[in-house]
């Protein structure tokens, strides 16, 4: 199947889940439910959902198993950005072209319907009954309960203390700050890697792959981790404001250290190169079966948005 389909109809798939999963807003408490509904749909790429479904491809065809966790995912990313976005953090306006959760629905309840998100991604993972719909029942009963356990367990860990909330503070303390390349680079691995690492690992052991083939896609997704946050370091300074659906310049304004500011744009496209190359090659075991992954690689490390 063509790429470009294939991303379509995982997204696609992905999106109507949510919508099955999500509370709608004719229910009691509707100010929450909209602020929930709305972020989730904002525009979002689907990007980790979509690295979830691809890895477990690689193993089997039956990606109808991935659809809850791959939702999981999508729900605690965008938890992450409506805090992301908060004033008491990067206190920003707009994301994707649209006006953030807090401008539109106040502080508070962007807060609480990132809270809600949250803890919606791990009822899901969980296994709750009142979720049994058409993208549930493959979940709950082709999965063993061990691997739920396991998946649950990654993604905690991905976002939690020692992961992204980890790389979020440890970019909040640095802001205005000259960092080394090992300090900055361990901030995107846990803010930005974390949750791509959980999304391919978690994809493989759905699919009954070995601790092997799990640790080999684990080094490829350490390297799209790391060339991701690259990337939007890259935009940040160069991107397509339209395209992006937000301003440019803000790490600046902000006084953030990404790879740009220590190294120049020059020295940070060579090293976006590099981490390209070697992602690819990391694939190269899995052969022509990962041909979907690497146009995924291609995007992520060349977008304009």
């Known amino acids: 199947m063509d790429f470009s389909l294939l991303w379509k109809e995982i997204s696609t798939t992905v999106d109507q889940a949510l919508d099955a999963f999500l509370p709608h807003t004719d229910e009691q408490l509707p100010k929450i439910h909209e602020a929930m509904r709305y972020s989730v749909f904002a525009g979002g790429k689907r990007i980790r959902p979509l690295l979830l479904v691809l890895a477990h491809n690689l193993f089997s065809s039956r990606w109808a198993r991935c659809v809850p966790v791959a939702c999981a995912l999508e729900l605690i990313h965008t938890y992450s950005l409506i805090h992301d976005d908060l004033p008491a953090m990067d206190d920003d306006d707009y994301r994707r072209g649209k006006l953030t959760a807090h401008k539109l629905y106040g502080e508070a309840m962007a807060i609480l319907s990132g809270d809600a998100l949250l803890t919606l991604a791990f009822a899901l993972l969980s296994g709750e009954e009142r979720f049994e719909n058409e993208f549930y029942l493959a979940y709950k009963l082709e999965v063993p309960p061990e691997v739920k356990l396991q998946v649950i367990g990654e993604i905690a860990a991905a976002a939690g203390v020692k992961g992204m909330i980890a790389g979020q503070v440890l970019d909040l303390e640095m802001e205005g700050q000259i960092p080394d390349l090992a300090t900055l680079e361990n901030i995107n691995k846990r803010k930005t890697g974390s949750l791509i690492l959980a999304a391919v690992q978690s994809g493989a052991r759905l699919a009954g792959a070995t601790n092997a083939q799990i640790q080999l896609l684990g080094n490829y997704a350490s390297l799209l981790g790391r060339g991701f946050q690259i990337v939007d370091d890259l ?71």
């Open 235 to 305: 935009l940040d300074v160069e991107g397509n404001e339209e395209k992006m659906g937000k301003k440019k310049g803000m790490d600046i304004k902000r006084n953030k250290a990404t790879i740009v500011s220590l190294y120049g744009l020059a020295k940070a496209k060579e090293l976006r190169d590099k981490l390209y190359k070697d992602a690819i090659n990391a694939l190269s075991l899995f052969e022509d079966d990962a041909e979907a992954l690497r146009n995924l690689t291609r995007f992520v490390f060349y977008r304009d948005y």
